[in-house]
């Protein structure tokens, strides 16, 4: 990914929602990225307390949490992002008590229909807002297009993120009319980086899922592989071709679908509880206590189940461990 | 629950995988519970080493962490269940060369199609193979019958739970006809603890989700109240009537379906990504910060998300922190 936006002449912000790891983040910053993104402040505090400086915190701060926000941009190079003129009044107004200004975008809804003002002309009021409120400075525009993330035929995916390009250029062009610079762009995730890149008008682009992948993306974005699985063991062989493993939903997410069986495409696992989950169509005798590897259908809702990962080389060994750190940080 | 099995002539073995907290467990001993059940054994090694003396383990060992098992049974008293001749003989090889006696219970299928050995005459070599064994001791029969838990008819549920006990009662008298006393027979969650009861071959009941309650387990046994909430705040107002909140994947778990909105039933929460969730149908108007209280939908995977609880008194007041210590003890 950081060849891919180095040759494409963007940024690379890569979300650290995935990962969750501050060892991890400072891998991508020595690659070349200019910083990360968190998606709440509680994981952007992990992140700077661990040494990574450069944040954006890609959800909007709201009263009960923006004395967080000012504490941890008077440490560190926070952006914020902002879609509400009330919040903007009040947080530049926390900012220029403490005699500091918050770099910050303003949210784009280009199509996902979650947080931003929509695409277009209503953007404009709120960008001179943020640009005449002392505390805060105009740093560009947020457009995340979350809904092509998991499109996955390539061509429908890349259209219709194209169309969330055109939004934010449209946006962007509108905002310049009023003799406001627009100096980043930041969008895309691991499904789109690459047609983020093509189009244009991104800057910078904030994929997460690239570094470790799961069995949903690989459907999507090929061009990486599958860095994270799950180690279960079979605690049950009493249901005949049916294995009972000890790995259930607190073990493995199942919001976008259940996990995959490592290399075996013939077996599926079916959910079974908190603690257990069952396992068909692997060939072969198996005994309590096997091992099955199971590939993750979701990798930042798995991770986020964890406290640490194990790391193995590819010859099998084991290399150590790594505190997943910024883990149920939801707020 | 506790006032239910004593009126009831039961043991009270509260399952501690739905509250994960060693002090909420000390209190249900206090109000006169036996010891706790624990999913698995990373549960059980915090739980002891937190004070708590007695814990059944209701998932198998495997002998990559059979040692585990070993060495909590050394300094606690640790029961186990079994349903597997393989792993009974190595389990008690290595507690007899440990000079220790596991206190085991064999695990019978009585419907759940998960793990134990299929009720009636399947069950007895085994039990028979446990007493033979240097190392074990049959204490009894656990035999779960997890697929009635959600039933929400009272009257299905009750039948289809009677069915279950049934199987036991038949599985015990062919155990004991081989002169093998079956002490303890342990079963039963919040949803069928009554009918378990009124049976009368359960000697020992586990219920779980009883001490917090969910919006699921609600449905099924109003006779608990609900006592666990999470705590959102709107993030965005622009989506017109529907409110973007901070609270997705990370914060409530959706296998048993989305979160409610606490107090108002024309209010419904919509997925909207790991970070992001949406409310449709709350009266008035809403400015981001606002605040919205949820009603998980599972208990256990909810609370699994968080390192801690906030404890706060019926009149609002805050209470203390209380720290989830077995979050994430999912092996």
């Given at each position: 990914m950081?060849a891919?936006?180095?040759?494409?002449g963007?940024?690379l912000?890569?979300h650290?929602?995935?990962?969750?790891s501050p060892?991890i983040?400072?891998?991508q910053l020595?690659?070349?990225?200019?910083?990360?993104?968190?998606?709440?402040i509680?994981?952007?505090e992990?992140?700077?307390a661990?040494g990574?400086?450069n944040?954006?915190?890609t959800t909007?701060p709201v009263?009960?949490n923006?004395?967080r926000?000012?504490a941890?941009a008077?440490?560190?190079?926070?952006?914020?992002?902002?879609d509400?003129?009330?919040?903007a009044?009040?947080?530049g107004?926390r900012?220029?008590a403490?005699?500091?200004?918050?770099t910050t975008?303003?949210?784009?809804?280009?199509g996902?229909e979650?947080?931003?003002?929509d695409a277009?002309a209503?953007v404009?009021p709120?960008v001179?807002?943020?640009?005449k409120?002392?505390g805060?400075r105009f740093?560009g525009l947020q457009g995340y297009e979350?809904?092509?993330q998991?499109i996955k035929d390539?061509d429908?995916r890349?259209?219709?993120a194209r169309?969330?390009y055109d939004?934010?250029?449209?946006t962007?062009?509108?905002?310049e009319d009023?003799g406001?610079?627009?100096?980043?762009?930041?969008?895309?995730?691991t499904?789109t980086?690459?047609f983020?890149i093509?189009?244009g008008?991104?800057?910078?682009?904030q994929?997460g899922?690239?570094?470790?992948?799961d069995?949903?993306?690989?459907q999507?974005?090929?061009?990486?592989?599958?860095?994270?699985?799950?180690?279960?063991s079979?605690?049950s062989?009493?249901?005949g071709?049916?294995l009972v493993?000890?790995?259930g939903w607190?073990?493995?997410?199942?919001?976008?679908?259940?996990?995959?069986?490592?290399?075996?495409p013939?077996?599926?696992y079916?959910?079974?509880?908190?603690?257990?989950g069952?396992?068909?169509?692997?060939?072969?005798r198996?005994?309590?206590?096997?091992?099955?590897w199971?590939?993750?259908s979701?990798c930042d809702t798995t991770?986020?189940?964890?406290?640490r990962y194990t790391l193995?080389?590819d010859?099998?060994?084991?290399?150590?461990e790594?505190?997943i750190?910024?883990r149920g940080?939801?707020?």
């Open positions: 950081a891919l936006a180095r040759d494409g963007v940024a912000r890569p650290a929602k995935t990962h969750k060892v983040a400072r891998k020595a690659l070349g990225a200019v910083g990360i993104c968190t998606a709440k509680g994981e952007a992990v992140m700077v661990n990574i400086d944040v954006l915190i909007e009263p009960r923006m004395d926000f000012i941890l008077a440490k560190a190079r926070l952006s914020v992002t902002l509400d003129a009330d919040i009044a009040e947080l107004r900012a220029a403490r005699g500091i200004v918050i975008f303003v949210d784009v809804n280009v996902q979650r947080t931003g003002v277009g209503k404009v709120l001179e807002t943020v640009c409120t002392k805060l740093a979350g809904h092509c998991g390539r429908t890349r259209a219709r169309e969330c939004r934010l250029s449209e962007k062009r509108l905002i009023h406001i610079a627009v100096a980043t762009v930041t969008t895309a995730g499904g980086a690459r983020a093509e189009h008008v991104a800057t910078e682009i994929p899922s690239y570094c470790v992948m069995s949903s993306y690989a999507v974005e090929p061009m990486f592989e599958n860095a994270l699985f799950i180690l279960a079979v605690v062989v009493q249901r071709e049916t493993i000890d790995a607190k073990a493995a997410s199942t919001d976008a679908g259940v996990p995959a069986v490592k290399d075996q013939d077996a599926s079916k959910e079974a509880g908190d603690e257990h069952k396992i068909s169509g692997l060939a072969g198996h005994r309590a206590g096997d091992v099955v199971l590939v993750p979701h991770i986020n189940l964890y406290d193995v080389r010859d099998g060994s084991l290399e150590g790594l505190p750190a910024t940080k939801s707020a």
